[in-house]
C-alpha cells in the first residue's frame, strides 16, 4: 500500500474482483426482430446454455458476490426454464432485473411476479405511440407492451420499468413516455441508442440528432433520479452537469455481458470477437475470464485520451462510449459519434472511406419477422427455431 | 444487504432498494461490521481506532447509510 488511495472512479476503472451486476442474455430466441436489436436476435443458437450450466453460473456468480444481474436476450421469457432460473437466482441472493418485451407478461405471471420483492421487471417501448414503436419493433409490438403493463398494474406490481431506446423518431415524445410510465404505476427508463448488432445498420438513420441530444440531456437534469438510464448516457457529461450515475465506461472494469452461449464479452453493447473475452464453460469458469482474460486486464490499464486527451470536457466524457466508436468505425481512443462538442461527426465525416467492422454473431432470422396474433400457427422452420409460439395449436388438445 | 470487501473498502448493495452504496475506506468497513457488537456507534468507532478529531466523519458517513436504509438502529426487544 503506498499513498493515498485513489477516487473512486479511479479504482473502478482500475476493475474490480468481480462485476457489480453484469448483463446475461438467455437466449438469442426471439418473437420479435426490432431493427436496432442490439444481440442481432431471433433464432435460438443450439449451444445456449442448459438449465444446469444456467444454474452453476448463477452459483458462480453468487460466490463472487456480483449483486444482480440483467437478464436479457432476444426474448428470456421464451426459455422453458426461464422462471425456474430467476427462483433459482434470487435464492441464492442474485438480485434480478429482466427486460421482456412482454409476450409471455399474462396475468397470472404478472401477479407472480407481484409477490417478489427480488425481481425487477423492465418492459421494452421504443415509441410512445404505436406507429412510431412499431416501426422499430415490429407490428403488434406495441399492444403486447401496453397489454404487458396493464396486467403488472392490474396485479399490483410497482415500480417495474417501462424501458425506452431514444432514437431521432421518439426524442419527441419523453413527456409522453413519462406519462405512460405514470398511467401504469412504472418507472421511466430512458438509455442511447447504440450501434451495434442489428442496430449498426440503422443507427445513422435512428440516433437523435444533436438538437435532440441537447434536449434530452436538459430534460434529463430536470428529471433527475425519477428517471433511469442505466449510466448509458454518460457521454452527455460533455454538456456539464453529469447526469445522476458513476459517469463511467464500466466494460470490462465493473460490467460485463455474457451471452447464451457462455461467451463473456465486456459489454453489452460490445457482441464482437475484439471484445470477446472467453466463455464461461472454459475451465476456470465465469471467475477465470474476468480475472485472467488479457482484453480486460487491457481495458483496465490506465486508458490514454488519443485525440480527446487535450480536449476540456475529457474529464467529464471520457471520450464516450467504445462499442459506439467501434462500430460506427472510430478510433477507440477519440471521439464518440455523438461527441457534445460535434468533434464526432468530424471524425465520422474522416471515417466516411473506412468500413466498419460487422456485428457477430448474427442470430436474425433469415425471413422477414411476422407480426405476432395470438392462435396463429406457424411451426418452427428449424429445430433450433424456438418462437415462443412454436408448437402452439389453437383449439387443439 | 449484501457487503462486499474491496481494496479501496466495501460495496454495499441493499437487495429490497436496489442501492448501491460505497465504504470508501476499510475502517468503515470495520465499523460498519462491528455496529450489532457495541452499544453505541461511537463505541463502535473507538473500538476501530477512529480518533477523537475523525469522529465526525465517521458520524456523518453513518448517517448517510442509515439514511440509504444500509444500517438501521437497533430494535430493543
Known amino acids: ?397 | 444487504m449484501a457487503v462486499r470487501p474491496e481494496p479501496f473498502g466495501a460495496l454495499l448493495y441493499h437487495f429490497g432498494t436496489r442501492r448501491l452504496s460505497f465504504l470508501k475506506d476499510v475502517t468503515v468497513l470495520t465499523v460498519v461490521r462491528s455496529l450489532a457488537e457495541h452499544p453505541s456507534a461511537r463505541s463502535a468507532c473507538e473500538s476501530a481506532g477512529v480518533t477523537a478529531g475523525a469522529l465526525p466523519a465517521y458520524q456523518r458517513a453513518l448517517a448517510t447509510l442509515a439514511g440509504s436504509e444500509m444500517i438501521h438502529e437497533r430494535v430493543t426487544r
Open chain 1, 1 to 397: 500500500m503506498t499513498g493515498a488511495p485513489l477516487p473512486l472512479v479511479e479504482q473502478f476503472q482500475h476493475g474490480l474482483d468481480a462485476p457489480i451486476c453484469l448483463t446475461w442474455e438467455l437466449t438469442y430466441a426471439c418473437n420479435l426482430s426490432c431493427v436496432h436489436c442490439l444481440s442481432s436476435s431471433g433464432r435460438r443458437d443450439p449451444g445456449e446454455l442448459s438449465t444446469a450450466e444456467c444454474k452453476a453460473l448463477i452459483d458462480e456468480l453468487e460466490r463472487m458476490q456480483v449483486f444482480y444481474v440483467n437478464i436479457g436476450g432476444g426474448e428470456p421469457t421464451v426459455r422453458p426454464d426461464f422462471w425456474e432460473l430467476i427462483d433459482y437466482a434470487v435464492a441464492h441472493r442474485v438480485g434480478v432485473k429482466f427486460s421482456t418485451n412482454g409476450v409471455k407478461i399474462t396475468p397470472e405471471v404478472a401477479g407472480r411476479l407481484a409477490g417478489s420483492d427480488y425481481v425487477d421487471v423492465q418492459i421494452s417501448l421504443d415509441g410512445a405511440t404505436e406507429p412510431v414503436n412499431d416501426a422499430v419493433r415490429g407490428p403488434g409490438s406495441y399492444r403486447m407492451a401496453i397489454r404487458a403493463m396493464r396486467s403488472l398494474a392490474a396485479a399490483g406490481c410497482r415500480d417495474f420499468k417501462l424501458s425506452v431506446v431514444v432514437t431521432r423518431q421518439n426524442a419527441g415524445q419523453l413527456d409522453q413516455f413519462a406519462a405512460l410510465a405514470r398511467e401504469y404505476g412504472a418507472q421511466l427508463r430512458l438509455t442511447r441508442l447504440r450501434p451495434a448488432g442489428r442496430g449498426a445498420s440503422v443507427w445513422h438513420e435512428l440516433h437523435p440528432t444533436a438538437a435532440q441530444q441537447r434536449a434530452l440531456y436538459d430534460w434529463l437534469v430536470a428529471h433527475g433520479e425519477n428517471v433511469l438510464t442505466g449510466d448509458s448516457f454518460f457521454h452527455l457529461a460533455g454538456y456539464g452537469q453529469a447526469l445522476p450515475g458513476l459517469n463511467l465506461c464500466g466494460a470490462g472494469r465493473v460490467v460485463c455481458l455474457i451471452d447464451p452461449v457462455g461467451d463473456v464479452y465486456a459489454c453489452p453493447f460490445a457482441i464482437h470477437d475484439s471484445f470477446l473475452a472467453g466463455n464461461v464453460r472454459a475451465d476456470g469458469g465465469f471467475a477465470g475470464v474476468w480475472r485472467e482474460s488479457e482484453l480486460f486486464a487491457d481495458l483496465r490499464r490506465p486508458q490514454s485520451g488519443g485525440a480527446c486527451a487535450s480536449c476540456s470536457a475529457f474529464d467529464a466524457c471520457r471520450g464516450g462510449c467504445m462499442a459506439a466508436k467501434f462500430f460506427t468505425g472510430l478510433p477507440l481512443d477519440g471521439p464518440d459519434p455523438e461527441c457534445v462538442l460535434g468533434h464526432g461527426e468530424t471524425a465520422l465525416t474522416a471515417a466516411a472511406a473506412v468500413t466498419p467492422p460487422l456485428p457477430s454473431p448474427d442470430h436474425s432470422r433469415r425471413r422477414p419477422p411476422v407480426p405476432v396474433s395470438i392462435g396463429r400457427r406457424r411451426p418452427p422452420d428449424r429445430a433450433c427455431d424456438t418462437d415462443p409460439l412454436a408448437g402452439f395449436t389453437a383449439g387443439a388438445g
